[in-house]
C-alpha cells in the first residue's frame, strides 16, 4: 500500500504554462518536504512544510501543506525548461522517524 | 551548506564480487544516513537506515547480509554490496539527515552511485 500518492504521474507542458502537482495521504504527517531530481543526480531539497495550512514561495514555486497535514501541492508559474525533473514529495510522522516517498511526478517543460 | 558526497559515482563489476559504496556529508555531522535504490523513472525505495555507532535497520525484503552497511563516524556511511549479481544493477543514493541544527525530517542526498554488474 502506497502511504503517499503523487498525481499525475507524468506530465508534458509548453514554457510558460501553470502548472500543479498534488500529494495525498491518509495519513498525518509532522513534516513534508518537497524534492527536485534530475537524471542521474540525487533529489534537491526545495522546501520542507510542517504547520496545516501553511503556504511557502519558493520564486515560481508555491508550495501548500493540507489544513490536516495529510497532503500538499506544488503549483509551478510560467513553467521553463529547467524546471524539467522529477518532482518528489516525502513525509514523516515524527521528526526522527523515516521518510516515505511518493511516485513521484515527471515533468517536462517544451521550450 | 548541507552537502553529501558519494564514491564512486559509477561502478562497473564482476557478478560474483563485491562493492563498495562510500557516503560523506562534508559540512555537517550526521547521525543517521538513508541508503536508497532507485530504478528508471520510479520513485526512491529505501533499503536501510544507517545509524552512527550501532546497527543498521533494514526495510523488509532487503538481505542484510547482501547488503552491509556500516556507519563508523558522524560523517561517513558505506554500503557493500556483497557477491553482486546482474539484478543488483541499479542507481544507488545514500542521504544523510543533519544530527542538529534542523527541526524537521530534512534529509540531503549524495548524487547516487550507478552500479552495473556484467
Known amino acids: 500500500t502506497q502511504l503517499l500518492e503523487q498525481s499525475p504521474q507524468f506530465l508534458s507542458i509548453q514554457e510558460g504554462e501553470n502548472l500543479t502537482v498534488y500529494c495525498n495521504s491518509s495519513?498525518?504527517?509532522?513534516?513534508l518536504q518537497w524534492y527536485r531530481q534530475e537524471p542521474g543526480e540525487g533529489p534537491v531539497l526545495l522546501v520542507t512544510?510542517?504547520?496545516?495550512?501553511e503556504v511557502k514561495k519558493l520564486k515560481r514555486l508555491t508550495f501548500q501543506f493540507g489544513d490536516a497535514r495529510k497532503d500538499s501541492s506544488l503549483h509551478i508559474t510560467a513553467a521553463q525548461p529547467g524546471d524539467t525533473g522529477l518532482y518528489l514529495c516525502?513525509?514523516?510522522?515524527?521528526?526522527?522517524?523515516?521518510?516515505?516517498f511518493g511516485d513521484g511526478t515527471t515533468l517536462t517543460v517544451k521550450p | 551548506g548541507a552537502v553529501v558526497s558519494q564514491h564512486p559515482s559509477r561502478v562497473i563489476c564482476k557478478s560474483g564480487t563485491s562493492v563498495k559504496i562510500e557516503c560523506r556529508s562534508l559540512d555537517f555531522q550526521a547521525t543517521t544516513m538513508f541508503w536508497y535504490r532507485q530504478f528508471p523513472k520510479q520513485s526512491l525505495m529505501l533499503m536501510a537506515t544507517?545509524?552512527?555507532?550501532?546497527?543498521?535497520?533494514?526495510e523488509q525484503g532487503v538481505e542484510k547480509d547482501k547488503f552491509l552497511i556500516n556507519h563508523a563516524s558522524l560523517t561517513l556511511s558505506t554500503l557493500t554490496v556483497t557477491s553482486a549479481h546482474p539484478e543488483d544493477s541499479s542507481f544507488y543514493i545514500c542521504s544523510a539527515r543533519p544530527s542538529s541544527g534542523r527541526a524537521y525530517n530534512e534529509q540531503f542526498f549524495g548524487p547516487g552511485t550507478r552500479l552495473t554488474v556484467l
Open positions: 516525502a513525509g514523516a510522522k515524527t521528526n526522527a522517524g523515516k521518510s516515505t
Open positions: 544507517s545509524n552512527e555507532g550501532s546497527k543498521a535497520t533494514y
Open positions: 495519513s498525518v504527517f509532522s513534516s
Open positions: 512544510v510542517v504547520t496545516g495550512g
